[in-house]
């Protein structure tokens, strides 16, 4: 069974930092690419980060970029997400979620989120 | 900066058909911009309901259908029920392994 558990939320002050966690297992985590997403209180889903399965290539939504990094560790089967010079606006729900890629009969790959984890609330607040 | 727009909300009677699309502030919603559906209760993860434009996730109920419709996806609930009412998000591939959400649709069943 897939399962992928997000661990490291918790309350923060403006300018702080925290590291979350994604610890998977079910499925050999290095043939997939990863990604962050967050949900602030009440609000919609929002795209943060995502990595390659090898590690070697990540992007960030403008939001985050400068201030957040995204790892893995394949041999442990972990996902990171180190937050550093966080904001109000940083509170939310992080999720990790699996992307699967469907191949179509042309053979283009479609990606999307197959599996996710429960998530992590961070809070940035004085 | 592109950004995937969505009816904030929408309300169907029980029985009845409702469309939720999903557009781009500019440009159109094609095939190749593999549009996926998600469906998500209030402090729970999201589900997914459909990829690859119609493609139906194993356990989604065949009243559900995914689409291109015009310049949009769209996803379209044939016989909506109680148990429908959900927020709804789409999100579309931007190239470069960048999946973008819309910014999520409340259904209403009433």
């Known amino acids: 069974e897939v399962q992928l558990v997000e661990s490291g939320g918790g309350l923060v002050q403006p300018g702080g930092s925290l590291r979350l966690s994604c610890a998977a297992s079910?499925?050999?985590?290095?043939?997939?690419?990863m990604h962050w997403v967050r949900q602030a209180p009440g609000k919609g889903l929002v795209w943060v980060s995502r990595i390659n399965n090898a590690g070697s290539d990540a992007n960030y939504a403008d939001s985050v970029k400068g201030r957040f990094t995204i790892s893995r560790d394949n041999a442990k089967n972990t996902l990171d997400l180190q937050m550093n010079s966080l904001r109000a606006e940083d509170t939310a729900v992080y999720y990790c979620a699996r992307v699967q890629y469907y191949y179509d009969s042309s053979g283009y790959a479609s990606p999307y989120f197959d599996y996710w984890g429960r998530g992590t609330l961070v809070s940035v607040s004085s | 900066q592109t950004v995937v727009t969505q009816e904030p909300s929408f309300s169907v009677s029980p029985g009845g058909t409702v469309a939720l699309t999903c557009g781009l502030s500019?440009?159109?919603?094609?095939?190749?911009?593999?549009p996926s559906w998600y469906q998500q209760t209030p402090g729970q993860p999201p589900r997914t309901l459909f990829y690859?434009?119609?493609i139906r996730s194993s356990g989604v109920p065949d009243r559900f259908s995914g689409s291109i419709l015009g310049n949009k996806a769209a996803l379209t609930i044939t016989g909506a029920q109680a148990d429908d009412e959900s927020d709804y998000y789409c999100?579309?591939?931007?190239?470069?392994?960048?999946?973008?959400f819309g910014g999520g649709t409340k259904l209403t069943v009433l």
């Open positions: 079910g499925f050999t985590f290095s043939s997939f690419w």
């Open positions: 999100v579309l591939y931007m190239g470069g392994g960048i999946l973008m």
């Open positions: 690859n434009t119609n």
């Open positions: 500019s440009g159109s919603v094609s095939g190749s911009h593999h």
